[in-house]
């Protein structure tokens, strides 16, 4: 569902404050049985970080909402945004990111970055207040996520890096980070070392935080 802006809501967003205020007020021009469900809103903006579009991509129950990649980023896609920030609801009015909050912006950042439309923020509201994934630090912390990165996506940054890095010592370091990154998420010891080229034993005294 398309959410209609008024003229002076097509503005250039410079902070989360300024996005809160105009969702605030989205979710306030709702009846009171709606703002008691979870919403799901997609704000897409330009290279300026105008505004675009703001759309209403699902509405759940009280404390949860379907997402799916699709339906999250068809309309950024048809508006051809260069970056999108995603805001949802907590009827609760607890603003602390749930697992499955964090798991969510986890996934939409790895689906962003195949779509050349990255995620810049993700913000839960209430009537009341915010709470901004960016300015918190967890969006940069989640960026560093291995879970839904392809295999070949993780190829290509080890490759990149190791090019970067130049040196031989540099070009190992780099390897012993991304496979301490990957056995965080779980990965395989035996796809870790296919990806890296690192000796499993190697692998398997690499302490993870």
């Given at each position: 569902m398309n959410v209609r802006?008024?003229?002076?809501?097509?503005?250039?967003?410079?902070?989360?404050?300024?996005?809160?205020?105009?969702?605030?007020?989205?979710?306030?021009?709702?009846?009171?049985?709606?703002?008691?469900?979870?919403?799901?809103?997609?704000?897409?903006?330009?290279?300026?970080?105008?505004?675009?579009?703001?759309?209403?991509?699902?509405?759940?129950?009280?404390?949860?909402?379907?997402?799916?990649?699709?339906?999250?980023?068809?309309?950024?896609?048809?508006?051809?945004?260069?970056?999108?920030?995603?805001?949802?609801?907590?009827?609760?009015?607890?603003?602390?990111?749930?697992?499955?909050?964090?798991?969510?912006?986890?996934?939409?950042?790895?689906?962003?970055?195949?779509?050349?439309?990255?995620?810049?923020?993700?913000l839960i509201i209430s009537e009341q207040s915010f709470y901004s994934f960016a300015h918190s630090g967890l969006l940069k912390k989640l960026e560093q996520s291995l879970k839904y990165v392809p295999a070949y996506e993780i190829k290509k940054r080890f490759e990149k890096a190791a090019e970067e890095k130049g040196s031989e010592k540099g070009r190992n370091d780099e390897r012993k980070q991304i496979a301490k990154q990957m056995k965080k998420e779980g990965f395989p010891i035996e796809v870790i070392a296919k990806m890296t080229g690192l000796d499993t034993a190697v692998i398997n005294k690499l302490k993870v935080e």
């Open positions: 802006l008024k003229k002076e809501e097509k503005i250039k967003i410079l902070c989360s404050e300024d996005l809160y205020e105009i969702m605030q007020r989205i979710l306030m021009s709702e009846s009171k049985t709606d703002r008691n469900r979870e919403h799901l809103w997609t704000v897409s903006l330009d290279n300026a970080l105008r505004i675009l579009n703001i759309e209403c991509v699902s509405m759940g129950t009280i404390n949860k909402t379907l997402v799916e990649p699709m339906e999250v980023f068809s309309i950024p896609l048809q508006k051809r945004a260069v970056q999108m920030v995603i805001v949802h609801n907590h009827p609760s009015g607890e603003l602390e990111p749930s697992e499955a909050d964090k798991d969510i912006t986890d996934h939409m950042i790895q689906v962003g970055r195949i779509m050349n439309v990255p995620v810049v923020d993700h």
